[in-house]
């Protein structure tokens, strides 16, 4: 049975994707989209359902959700159970998972490592609306550039890949060096040089290669907690790399533990973590999690330059 039928009726207000507005005589109706994945025909119907319930308008919020605004709140009951049978439930926004964001990942992006998209769905249906003493937002990038701003998301989560290059068959011809963003690579003496202290393991050499003769590690999931944007904005702090999605899954259910037996509602998440104490912390996480899907840091420098500014 949907948790949107069990706390319909008289609560149905207090789910966390019914926010009151300015004017209380109304409120915006968050919808969940985990991914930011929407059909066409989820779009109609949540266009004829603003128009039944709202003023016809809907709202993009940054985490891949839309919202139905001015809503009276005695329609709610029969909007919600319209929401659920279009597929598009009540979103969260309280002290809980909320939605999971994504990038294209490997289903469009050239760039891209890992299955953003697939890995946020399966965190989402998972963990979506758990609730938590404080709000907790994930974000799934595909690589290191990190579209939807993994750095700065209480749980983050990067697809990563290593080059490894074999001298014998590297031409020398640069092209990676061209096309790598952190000056990483250079060519001396007509060979490739990788300074690792800089590089962000985004693969995006492996994918330039016009030979195809840059080969890379096991595709990674590296793992960062306690980002944070708004009025308070912090880079994340580097947790873990692991080598398998079920791996990632392991160390998020870790952290949603943690959160749900130790954190309090008074301070931001990754103060906590500090408060409590990191290494014991990340012991807890990791505990689960098999040690040899665990991998070595081998990009410390770059790693500990973010997590610091």
Known sequence: MSIFYERSG????????????????????????????????????????????????????????????????????????????????????????????????????KLANIDSSGLAKEIDARFFRMELPIRIRIAVSSCPNSCVSSWVSDIGIIGVRKPIRNPTLCSGCGTCVAYCKEKALLVKHGVVILNEAVCTTCGN???????????????????????????????????????????????????????????????????QIEEEGYDSFRSYVLQKVPPDTIAAIENVSYLSQISSK
């Open 205 to 271: 050499c492996i994918h330039t290669c016009p030979f195809h003769v840059i080969t890379g590690k096991p595709l990674g999931y590296q793992i960062m907690v306690g980002g944070s944007h708004g009025r308070f904005p912090h880079p994340a702090r580097y947790l873990t790399t692991v080598s398998t999605k079920e791996s990632a899954m392991l160390v998020v259910e870790g952290i949603i533990d943690w959160v749900r037996r130790f954190a309090s509602d008074d301070k931001r998440f990754r103060i």
């Open 10 to 109: 008289p609560e149905v207000h207090t789910l966390g994707g019914v926010i009151t507005q300015k004017n209380a005589d109304f409120c915006t109706v968050r919808i969940r989209i985990p991914a930011g994945d929407i059909t066409p025909d989820k779009m109609s119907g949540l266009a004829d359902i603003a128009r039944k319930f709202g003023n016809g308008s809907l709202h993009l919020t940054n985490r891949q959700s839309i919202e139905i605004p001015h809503v009276n709140p005695h329609d709610l009951k029969s909007m919600v159970d319209l929401l659920e049978n279009n597929g598009t439930p009540v979103g969260a926004e309280f002290a809980e998972v909320v939605n999971v964001v994504a990038c294209p990942g490997t289903d469009r992006c």
